[in-house]
Every structure is written in structure tokens, then in C-alpha cells.
């Protein structure tokens, strides 16, 4: 199902289909490596609800909800609470 | 063979010196492999025309080749968006340095090679500095650096410029580049086979304009493509232009992306094919050291609150240890005015050279490096802080606040450098590429409290509440970052409405700073302050205590001395805020030309009447400080004290501010500024000061 990279939860991983922005801010995010077909996940949403931090090509890139907006993305598996605890999982067993 | 670049210009003519570009992405280290590769031997200076910091250094490669290192800004491509970007650009293609220091952050490989493919374009000898190989280690990643050097035709060294890992290397590899040693020319990124035919059709209509540009064939050519917009300026033949769009509408047709998408893939297409290539991945760690620390700090939860401690701390403690350091400096200074007094009456020297010496020079100088503590220890936690990577978290966790004032989130860093001072804060604006997000980000910028009114709070405080000093000047900080908010807002909405800019920060993992490279960016800025402010400082103070002294005859310093009479001229206008008093008025008066003026002045005016009151201007018990602070108590109640403060907070910037606001936005703005500020101050003064009476009274 497309969505826009708004709409994603943490934890929930998609990949990218389109890019709707023009000039300054697609070219900021081509040379990020945000292109069609890389996937990104949302990592956390910032304490006041915006701006999102999303994890690609193995760095960090945060950005608002009114520019993920124009993302548009699928999301690679579809039980994003699921997702959450399978990171959270993770975090325990790298400690050990 | 690799000569034929137009970067060895330097070969044939025998040139000794030779200049080398360092350039990669924000964070990849670059200050830190520039310290290891310069030294001590820094020149900072500014771009032509802008404002952004421009620092180069010397590195003699051996006795007879030397090397000037500049260091362009931070970059993550080479488009025509950003002024950084633009800077970098022109520097690299106009100047045609004769060599570049690319440096890769080894962690990070897939994007920061983004910026390396285009620079192998420029067709500039160039030296690849693969840095952070133990951040890359942590991260379980195996680099082979010969695979990546022949896949690349550029020498690559592996270099941890933390621990000076590496440097040796570079330079040995730089020499053989800007040797022409190096016989292989820079691998290009290819664009596919029906792309590379049409970008060679696209070459063979730009030839000419190429050489008349005196830009490299391919580069020029693929940013047309891109649709660079710089660029297509350039090219003044229309039919040209008309025909390479034809080109790209073509291209455009058969892929169905824009061009700029199908390159920016092709680019990444071809990293991730090196990088597959050459990093094997260990063991796979899903979530770093940094991923955990943020999980906590930058949490939904504990987000803002750690973010409040630690500008707190950083002022508490800003403030709290450099108390020790003012007291020791300034009983130094007293000891040292005593002296020089001493040896003046032995001399017999007229009066007005222990005036003009000791109370001005001496005392001037005097007050001017008790800035110096609080100053640099406040820029010592901000380079911290930014050093480790907090400070986009910063921006991260207050952005929605930002937003909110309708400011995007590199505002932030801005305001935050304008608690340091406001002329960086202001300048650091250039980083902005909206114009209004700029203006208002300078109107604001005074709001911030900056470091030269830190030490007026801690006299006056220091002075009138015993106890609480740290608690009030925190409290003042706290309402300027408010006074900023509402104004930034209220601006927003009036005199500069408009859409806010879009937001998209890397946020990078926290790393371990150096002392060293703390302590240098904390003593840039210290000694720039002693430089800026502190020779208008002794000059203000000089001005003060003459004509604190004119006209001959009177009483130094007295109502009736020439300053005395400037004072109690405007002393009334200020009844509403209850600090009528002609020193009060004299202090705000000079307080315009430099904040910290205000200490000099407020010490010229009651240190030196307690003199004249005692009756013996040679008493050694008198101890300036301690008398200073008793006097100050004196005249005001903690009600008035805080009324004044609050005036000092916000009224007109400082001259220094005034010529920066100018210089960024002009003198319409600056004039505006100070008018504005002026007017907001006495109205907050006096309602803090009106309410405070009432409430006083009804208790
Ligand atoms: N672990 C590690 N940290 C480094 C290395 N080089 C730089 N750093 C740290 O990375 C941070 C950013 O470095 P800096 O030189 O300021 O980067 P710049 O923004 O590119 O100028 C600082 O905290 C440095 O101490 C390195 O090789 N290894």
C-alpha cells in the first residue's frame, strides 16, 4: 500500500517510491541518497510530535513531517508495533 | 598519464608552493585532520564577499614544496543551493587549487562517496582521505582501501585523524599527486550506455562554451543535464540551451524521472557497487552506541528536559566557575593599580596621566580579560557540544518550537551562537537560504543573551542578590530566549510573513571530541572578542574617564563633570523603571557601544567616588571590589536592580551587533533594530517595575 513517509510509525520500515518535491529540497534529498528503491525506517518522532528521524543507507537524516509528506513510500512489513519490538529485542541481545 | 588536468598548471613552472582543497561533508572531520596537517599555523579570515569562515594553513611537505591547506565548508554535493555549496564550487573550478584532500568518513561510506563522485568530474588531482576507520571498525565494517583506490584511480589512505593516524600518509600521497606521480586519471562515474550517447552529443554542442568558461568538458555538461541553474545562465546562446533541454526532455521521456533523479541514481548506483565490493560487514550490529544514547536523550519523554539541562549547566557552570577566576583577576589588577599609583605619586606625575594611565588603560584592560573567563568557557561547552554531535540534536528536539515561531531549525544554531555573542549569531545566519527566515533570525538574534552582558548580570546581581545571582541570570536568559520567541512570531506574522524554508539535517553520531581541537575553536573565538571588542572596550573607557574628568577643576566623575551632565539629562525618562539615577543612565548610555561597557563604566563612576567620599585618594584598605558591590547595593533595590537588568537585556544592541545587522541586512533594518529594542525594553522595565511596586505594596 502506498503512503506518504509521514504516516509511517518507529520502528516500521518501507521503501521509497516517489519523490513529489521540486528544487532546494529534492535536490537536498537526492544527495542524501533518499531515491526510488532505498529503504528507509523511521526511528523516533522528535518530543514535541515533529520532526521525524528516519534511518537510510546506515546514517540518520531527520526532516519535518510536511517534507516526508511529499515521500511517497510502501512499507516492507506491515506490523509496525511488531517491528518495534523486534528492535527492541535486538537492543537487548547486541548489550549481551 | 595524469597530467593532463588543469590543476598542474603549478608542475611545469617550477612553483614551490602548491594549494590544496581540503573538502568533504559535514562531520567527516575535516577541522581535525586540518589541525593535524597545519598546526598552529592558521590564518581565519572570510570568503570575498561573504561572511563564511575562511581558514587556511601551511604544511611544508618537505624543504623545498609547500603546501597552503584551505578548507572549504562542510558539504554533502556540488550543486548551486546552498552559499556553501557555492563557495566550494567557485573555489574548486575557479581557483583550480592543485590539489584535493577528499576526506570520506570510513563509517558512512554510501554517502559521503556522493560528493567524491563529482568531484572525480573537476578533473583535479586528488587525494582521498578515508578517516574515522575506527568509528568504521566499531561498526564491524572491513574496508579494502585497494579496492576502493583502483576501482576510484585515486590513491586512498585509511587515516583516524583523532589520533593523528594516518596524517603521515596523506601527506605522502599528496606529494605524489601534486607531483604528477600518479599516472591514472579519475575514474568517472558512466550514466548507462543510451545516457553516455546522449551526454557525448550534449559535450560535443558545449565544447566551446567549456573552454570559454574554462570549466571541465563532462562536469559542465552533466550539470546542464541536471538542470543546474547556475550554469544555464551561463550559456548566453539561447539555441544552445534549447537544444540540450530537447536532450534532457528525451531522456526524460524514455526513464520517466527528471534528469537530476536519473544522475543522483546513477551516482549511487555506482557507490553501491564499490561498496559492495570493498566493505565486508563483520558481524551486523543493528543499533549503535549512538542509537542507545539517542533512544534516551532525544526520547519523546526526556527530549526537552536533558536539553534544558544542559544549557542550563552549561550556564550555571559557566558562571559559577569563572567567579574565582574575575575575583583572582581583578584583586591582580587592583594590586597592579596600586602599584603604578604609588610609583606616579613618587614621581611626581600630574594627575591626569594616573587618570588617564591607571583608570583607563590599566582599569580598561583590567575589565576587559575578566570577560575573558566567563567568555571562554561558554564557548568552550559550545564547541563541546557541537564537537559531539549534541548540537543537531539541539536542533532536533527543539525544531517543532522553531517551527512554531515559524523559523526552520538551522535558526537554532543562530541563536545559540548568539548567547556566545551576537555578531557570529548573526552571521552564522548566512547558512540560511530563506531570506525572510534570515531577517527575522537577526532581529531576534539581540534577544539571545549574549556573553559581553554576562559579566553587567553578574556585577549587578552579584551586587543586589547575595544569594541567587546563579537563579537570576538564568531567569534573564530565559526571558530573552521568550522575548525572542514572541517577537520572531509576532514578526512572522506582520512585517516578514511568508512560508518557512524545508528542514532535512543529518543527524550524526556522537563522537568522542578532541581537547585539543575544543580548546582551539574556544581560543578562536576568545582572542577575536579581545581583538573586536576589547580595544573599543579600553577606548570607551578612556573616552569615560576623560570626560568623567573634564572640565579641569571638577570633581572626577561628579554630577557636575561633563558625563555627570550627560547623565542626569536622561536619568528621568527612566522614573517609570525605577533606576532614575544618573549612573544608571550613564552605564546604558555607554552600554550602546559595547554591553560590557556597562561593568567599566558602572566601576569608573562608583569605584572612583568612593575615593573622593573617603576624603584620600591613597587609602590602600579601599578594595575595589567590595566596595564596588556595597555601593551598587546601595542604590538599588533587588525590585530596581532586576528592572535594570531587564533593560539591559533587551535595549539596543551593541554598536558591533548594529554593524553587523547592517552588513547582513542592511542599514534600514540595523536603525529599525534599535528603535525596536529600545521601545521593547522600556515598556517590559517598566511594567516588571510597576507590577513589582504594586504587588510590594499590597503585601
Ligand atoms: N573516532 C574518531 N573521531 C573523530 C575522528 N576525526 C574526527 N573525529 C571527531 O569527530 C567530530 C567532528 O570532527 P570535526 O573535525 O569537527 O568535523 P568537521 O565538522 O568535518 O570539521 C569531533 O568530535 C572529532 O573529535 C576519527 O578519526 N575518529
Not at chain 2, 557497487?273 to 533512544?295: C, F, H, M, Q, Y
Request: aromatic letters at 8%; hydrophobic letters at 45%.
Amino acid at each position: 500500500m502506498k503512503i506518504s513517509m509521514d504516516q509511517l510509525l518507529p520502528g516500521e520500515k518501507a521503501t521509497v517510491l516517489q519523490i513529489y518535491a521540486a528544487g532546494d529540497l529534492r535536490q537536498k534529498l537526492l544527495a542524501m541518497g533518499l531515491l526510488p528503491g532505498v529503504e528507509i525506517e523511521l526511528i523516533r518522532v522528535a518530543p514535541l510530535g515533529d520532526p521525524l528521524d528516519f534511518k537510510l543507507r546506515d546514517f540518520h537524516l531527520s526532516m519535518r513531517r510536511s517534507e516526508a509528506r511529499n515521500i511517497i513510500v510502501e512499507r516492507n512489513n506491515h506490523h509496525g508495533w511488531r517491528g518495534r519490538r523486534k528492535r527492541r529485542h535486538w537492543k537487548w541481545q547486541t548489550k549481551l | 598519464m595524469g597530467g593532463e588536468g588543469e590543476g598542474k598548471e603549478g608542475i611545469g613552472s617550477g612553483r614551490q608552493n602548491y594549494r590544496v582543497a581540503i573538502v568533504g561533508n559535514p562531520n567527516c572531520g575535516k577541522t581535525t585532520l586540518f589541525n593535524e596537517l597545519t598546526g598552529a599555523r592558521q590564518k581565519v579570515g572570510n570568503w570575498p564577499g561573504v561572511t563564511i569562515e575562511k581558514k587556511t594553513g601551511f604544511l611544508n611537505i618537505n624543504h623545498n614544496i609547500r603546501a597552503e591547506i584551505i578548507d572549504l565548508p562542510g558539504i554533502y554535493s556540488l550543486s548551486a543551493y546552498s552559499l556553501d555549496e557555492r563557495i566550494a564550487r567557485d573555489y574548486l573550478l575557479k581557483e583550480k587549487p592543485d590539489a584535493i584532500i577528499n576526506i570520506v568518513d570510513a563509517s558512512n561510506l554510501e554517502r559521503n562517496l556522493f560528493l567524491t563522485t563529482q568531484l572525480l568530474e573537476l578533473e583535479i588531482p586528488m587525494v582521498i582521505a578515508l578517516n574515522l576507520m575506527d568509528a568504521a571498525e566499531k561498526k564491524n565494517l572491513k574496508i579494502d582501501v585497494d579496492i576502493l583506490s583502483s576501482h576510484l584511480h585515486l590513491p586512498v589512505v585509511p587515516v583516524v585523524a583523532l589520533k593523528g593516524q594516518g596524517v603521515e600518509a596523506t601527506v605522502e600521497a599528496v606529494k605524489e599527486v601534486i607531483l604528477g606521480r600518479w599516472h591514472k586519471k579519475n575514474a568517472m562515474v558512466t550514466f548507462g550506455a543510451d545516457g553516455e550517447k546522449k551526454l557525448a552529443d550534449v559535450q560535443e554542442l558545449l565544447k566551446e562554451s567549456a573552454t570559454r568558461l574554462k570549466l571541465p568538458l563532462r562536469w559542465l555538461a552533466v550539470k546542464l543535464f541536471e538542470g543546474d541553474k547556475e550554469y544555464e545562465l551561463l550559456l548566453e546562446n539561447k539555441e544552445l540551451r534549447d537544444r540540450i533541454n530537447e536532450y534532457k526532455e528525451k531522456v526524460v521521456k524514455i526513464v520517466g524521472e527528471d534528469t537530476e533523479t536519473i544522475i543522483a541514481d546513477y551516482r549511487y548506483g555506482f557507490i553501491s557497487g564499490l561498496v559492495k565490493e570493498a566493505v565486508k560487514v563483520t558481524a551486523d550490529i543493528r543499533i549503535t552506541l549512538s542509537e542507545k544514547i539517542d533512544a534516551v536523550i532525544a526520547s519523546r519523554i526526556l527530549g526537552i528536559p536533558f536539553f534544558a539541562l544542559v544549557i542550563f549547566l552549561m550556564f550555571k557552570i559557566s558562571i559559577d566557575f569563572s567567579q574565582p577566576g574575575i575575583d583572582y583577576i581583578d584583586s591582580l589588577f587592583a594590586s597592579l593599580i596600586d602599584l603604578i599609583n604609588n610609583v606616579l605619586v613618587n614621581l611626581h606625575a600630574p594627575a591626569w596621566i594616573s587618570i588617564i594611565l591607571v583608570n583607563g588603560v590599566i582599569g580598561g584592560t583590567g575589565t576587559v580579560i575578566t570577560f575573558v573567563v566567563p567568555i571562554a568557557l561558554v564557548f568552550f561547552f559550545l564547541s563541546f557540544l557541537e564537537d559531539i554531535g549534541y548540537l543537531s540534536r539541539g536542533a532536533f528536539v527543539m525544531d517543532r518550537l522553531m517551527h512554531w515561531m515559524g523559523l526552520p531549525g538551522k535558526a537554532f544554531i543562530p541563536l545559540i551562537l548568539g548567547f556566545g555573542c551576537n555578531v557570529p549569531g548573526i552571521l552564522a545566519t548566512r547558512v540560511m537560504e530563506d531570506e525572510k527566515d534570515r531577517l527575522i533570525t537577526i532581529l531576534i538574534n539581540p534577544f539571545m543573551s549574549c556573553g559581553a552582558r554576562l559579566p553587567v548580570y553578574i556585577m549587578i546581581a552579584g551586587a543586589v542578590f547575595a544569594q541567587n545571582v546563579g537563579t537570576v541570570v538564568f531567569s534573564l536568559y530565559a526571558i530573552g530566549i521568550a522575548m525572542a520567541i514572541i517577537v520572531g512570531l509576532v514578526f512572522r506574522k506582520t512585517i516578514l510573513k511568508g512560508p518557512s524554508t524545508p528542514f532535512v539535517m543529518e543527524l550524526p553520531p556522537y563522537r568522542l571530541p578532541t581537547l585539543k581541537g575544543i580548546l582551539m575553536h574556544t581560543w578562536e573565538n576568545v582572542w577575536s572578542f579581545i581583538k573586536r571588542a576589547g580595544t573599543l572596550i579600553v577606548a570607551i573607557i578612556l573616552l569615560l574617564v576623560i570626560i568623567g574628568y573634564l572640565p579641569v577643576g571638577v570633581t572626577p566623575n561628579s554630577k557636575d563633570s561633563v558625563l555627570g551632565k550627560i547623565g542626569t539629562a536622561i536619568a528621568p525618562v527612566f522614573k517609570p523603571q525605577g533606576f532614575a539615577d544618573w549612573k544608571a543612565s550613564v552605564a546604558l548610555f555607554t552600554g550602546i557601544f559595547a554591553k560590557e561597557a556597562v561593568v567599566g563604566t558602572m566601576a569608573a563612576l562608583y569605584g572612583v567616588e568612593e575615593k573622593n567620599s573617603s576624603g584620600n585618594p591613597e587609602t590602600k584598605s579601599i578594595n575595589g571590589k567590595d566596595t564596588l558591590k556595597e555601593r551598587i547595593a546601595r542604590d538599588f533595590t533587588p525590585l530596581s536592580a532586576y528592572s535594570f537588568l531587564l533593560f539591559i537585556l533587551l535595549y539596543s544592541p551593541c554598536v558591533a551587533t548594529m554593524g553587523a545587522i547592517a552588513k547582513e541586512a542592511g542599514l534600514k533594518w540595523a536603525i529599525f533594530s534599535v528603535l525596536f529594542n529600545i521601545t521593547v525594553a522600556y515598556i517590559i522595565s517598566m511594567a516588571v517595575f510597576q507590577i513589582g511596586t504594586l504587588i510590594q505594596k499590597l503585601l
